[in-house]
């Protein structure tokens, strides 16, 4: 199979187009309809060649477009998202966060490798193609996101209302980067999320810490020893029920692991640590991908001041893995904080919505294949190393649940380019090894070893 696209634009000019689309603050917990919907319609006139529009929800909008001029051959549902994270410090970012500077060999700007430059990337190889060969190589459609970076609350229902119109026979996300940037790397699997609070309250207001010390239940001692219980001095969670439904590690994963090239010291000192610590039994890499987790996010109560807080809470997160259920985690924590009776306080747990399962794609999938092809081609005498997303990408047990369709993570982001965090970057050599890796993969499921077997009318493959 040979590629036969150009991309003859310089590097110069796909920056300065990506600039445009950078420069938005469509930062989607804070920005204004407007500012989304500017972020929105410059994402649906690159679509133009499909039908490119802005379609509202009950949120921010959705950017829609579809090309279906490939009777017979599969049919792709391309996902991601034109949302960004907050700036945080504007006094850490070495340059102005939403303005795409060069760096060397990388540009730097809020959302330049999450998710605008990967999605940049799949518009301009669609746009190639419809420009050198007047058609895509399969059918081909387009759901981009504007929420993606809160948790996507309003997608399940757009996507249950519009299933039909959007089904596919895969879903492609340009979200989710690759590992490390020393090898080209496939998602097999990403960790799902719940979220929770852990409330407790005393007097019906803060204290003197003179006049009523000694003489009341202090909230923040009562919560320090709540959050020292959820955990085993060897790092397990201490929480009945915590890990029901978790296939044993097997001898074959834990050697696979063991194989992938991972130096633990460097990881340790490229975090500023003395040391490493975990679930006891595991290592690394494999506490890492494999194993779920329970982690303090945050404890708000009181001050530099002499008070005895009447209320102190807690933020907590659990990544999750396959054979957890998301409910049945929250109510093991629940059941295991009330059970804990602290005399002289009030303790309330409150879940938050939306807990995402764990998601994975077999490694025999035709498109984990297809991808790891391409992949191989883009980057010629390098091993395809197949890993594990350690985030959550609440998108990808939607589409499996409503679509029925699985995910093929294929970013060209590296997990290191600080997403989420001041200076974010990308790699411009990845925009054009992105580039000819979209281009091959989409030909290959349309048309070679690993193509994919379209859905007819009745459901049936």
């Given at each position: 199979m040979?590629?036969?696209?150009?991309?003859?634009?310089?590097?110069?000019a796909?920056l300065?187009?990506?600039a445009?689309?950078?420069a938005?603050?469509?930062v989607s917990?804070?920005?204004?309809?407007?500012t989304m919907r500017?972020?929105?319609?410059?994402?649906?006139?690159?679509?133009?060649?499909?039908?490119?529009?802005?379609?509202?929800t009950?949120?921010?909008?959705?950017?829609r477009g579809e090309w279906l001029?490939?009777?017979?051959?599969?049919?792709?549902?391309?996902y991601?998202?034109?949302?960004v994270q907050p700036?945080g410090?504007?006094?850490?970012?070495?340059?102005?966060p939403?303005?795409l500077?060069?760096?060397?060999?990388?540009?730097?700007?809020?959302?330049?490798?999450?998710?605008k430059?990967?999605?940049?990337?799949?518009?301009?190889?669609a746009?190639?193609f419809?420009e050198?060969e007047?058609?895509l190589p399969?059918?081909?459609k387009?759901l981009?996101?504007?929420?993606?970076?809160i948790?996507?609350p309003?997608?399940?229902?757009?996507l249950?209302?519009h299933?039909?119109?959007l089904?596919?026979?895969?879903?492609?996300?340009?979200?989710?980067?690759?590992?490390?940037?020393s090898?080209p790397?496939l998602?097999v699997?990403?960790k799902g999320l719940?979220t929770?609070?852990?409330e407790v309250?005393?007097?019906a207001?803060?204290?003197?810490?003179?006049?009523y010390?000694?003489?009341?239940?202090n909230?923040?001692?009562?919560l320090?020893e709540?959050?020292?219980?959820?955990?085993a001095?060897?790092g397990r969670?201490a929480v009945d029920?915590?890990?029901?439904g978790?296939p044993?590690?097997?001898?074959?994963?834990?050697a696979?692991?063991?194989?992938?090239?991972?130096?633990e010291?460097?990881?340790?000192?490229d975090?500023?640590?003395?040391?490493?610590?975990g679930?006891?039994g595991?290592?690394?890499?494999e506490?890492l991908?494999?194993r779920?987790?329970?982690?303090i996010?945050?404890?708000?109560a009181?001050?530099?001041?002499?008070v005895?807080?009447?209320?102190a809470?807690a933020?907590?997160?659990?990544?999750l893995?396959p054979g957890q259920r998301?409910e049945?985690v929250?109510?093991?924590?629940t059941?295991?904080?009330?059970?804990?009776?602290?005399p002289?306080?009030?303790?309330?747990?409150?879940?938050?919505e939306?807990g995402v399962?764990?998601?994975t794609i077999?490694?025999d999938h035709p498109?984990i294949?297809?991808?790891t092809?391409a992949l191989a081609?883009?980057?010629?005498g390098q091993?395809v190393?197949?890993a594990?997303i350690?985030?959550?990408?609440?998108?990808t047990?939607l589409?499996?649940?409503v679509?029925g369709?699985?995910t093929?993570f294929?970013s060209?982001s590296?997990a290191?380019e600080n997403?989420?965090a001041?200076?974010?970057?990308m790699r411009?050599?990845?925009?054009r090894e992105?580039?000819?890796a979209?281009e091959?993969?989409?030909?290959?499921l349309?048309?070679?070893p690993?193509?994919l077997?379209p859905?007819?009318?009745?459901?049936?493959?």
């Amino acid at each position: 199979m040979v590629d036969m696209l150009s991309f003859d634009s310089t590097d110069a000019a796909y920056l300065d187009e990506l600039a445009d689309y950078v420069a938005v603050p469509s930062v989607s917990r804070d920005a204004t309809p407007e500012t989304m919907r500017t972020a929105a319609r410059w994402l649906a006139a690159q679509l133009s060649f499909a039908g490119g529009r802005v379609v509202e929800t009950a949120g921010h909008p959705v950017v829609r477009g579809e090309w279906l001029g490939a009777p017979g051959a599969p049919t792709i549902l391309v996902y991601g998202h034109y949302d960004v994270q907050p700036t945080g410090d504007l006094a850490e970012w070495r340059t102005p966060p939403f303005e795409l500077r060069v760096d060397g060999d990388v540009i730097r700007g809020r959302g330049v490798t999450d998710d605008k430059g990967p999605v940049f990337i799949v518009l301009k190889v669609a746009q190639a193609f419809i420009e050198q060969e007047g058609a895509l190589p399969l059918n081909v459609k387009f759901l981009f996101e504007g929420e993606e970076e809160i948790g996507s609350p309003h997608l399940p229902a757009y996507l249950r209302e519009h299933a039909d119109e959007l089904a596919a026979d895969l879903v492609i996300s340009a979200d989710g980067a690759m590992w490390r940037p020393s090898e080209p790397s496939l998602s097999v699997a990403s960790k799902g999320l719940v979220t929770l609070d852990i409330e407790v309250s005393g007097a019906a207001t803060d204290l003197h810490s003179g006049r009523y010390g000694g003489t009341v239940a202090n909230p923040v001692h009562a919560l320090s020893e709540i959050l020292a219980g959820l955990h085993a001095p060897d790092g397990r969670v201490a929480v009945d029920g915590f890990y029901d439904g978790i296939p044993e590690l097997s001898d074959e994963r834990r050697a696979a692991i063991a194989a992938v090239p991972f130096d633990e010291d460097r990881y340790r000192d490229d975090l500023g640590l003395d040391g490493l610590f975990g679930e006891a039994g595991y290592s690394t890499l494999e506490r890492l991908w494999e194993r779920p987790t329970l982690e303090i996010n945050g404890v708000l109560a009181g001050g530099k001041y002499t008070v005895i807080p009447h209320v102190a809470t807690a933020h907590i997160s659990c990544r999750l893995v396959p054979g957890q259920r998301p409910e049945r985690v929250l109510q093991a924590i629940t059941d295991h904080v009330l059970a804990q009776k602290i005399p002289g306080v009030r303790v309330v747990v409150r879940p938050d919505e939306g807990g995402v399962p764990a998601y994975t794609i077999p490694a025999d999938h035709p498109a984990i294949r297809a991808a790891t092809e391409a992949l191989a081609h883009v980057y010629p005498g390098q091993d395809v190393l197949l890993a594990v997303i350690a985030g959550t990408l609440p998108a990808t047990a939607l589409f499996e649940e409503v679509l029925g369709a699985k995910t093929l993570f294929f970013s060209f982001s590296t997990a290191d380019e600080n997403l989420h965090a001041p200076n974010e970057f990308m790699r411009i050599s990845r925009l054009r090894e992105g580039m000819r890796a979209w281009e091959r993969l989409w030909r290959l499921l349309a048309d070679g070893p690993h193509r994919l077997a379209p859905v007819r009318g009745d459901g049936t493959r």
